[in-house]
């Protein structure tokens, strides 16, 4: 899974345990590589996938994707998606770090 490489400090240290997607990417169980820029930087497990509607999102939930507020993280998703609608439908992603990658020049 790809990540803008300002969350991987967030990622590596467990303060950012989601992220959300337009698509489904992977699976519960799935062990996957978390890169920024096509460099790996993690391993990890897929913990949980659910189905959401944007602003049906608690607070807590937009925290631990590394947002402040709905609107930043509407912000965020709209510089990837395009038009996105707080009404949308989107895959929130739980994973948890179970291997730090060395870090390539």
Known sequence: MKFDK????????????TTIRKARV??????VVLESGS???AMAYIKGIRKVRLCDLSEEEIRR????SLDELLKALRRYYGHVDEEDDFFLIEFEVIKRLPARA
């Open 39 to 41: 460099k790996p930087f």
């Open 6 to 17: 300002r969350f991987i400090p967030d990622i590596l240290s467990g303060r950012k345990t």
């Open 26 to 31: 992977v699976e519960e169980g799935d062990v």
């Open 65 to 68: 994707d590394g947002f402040r």
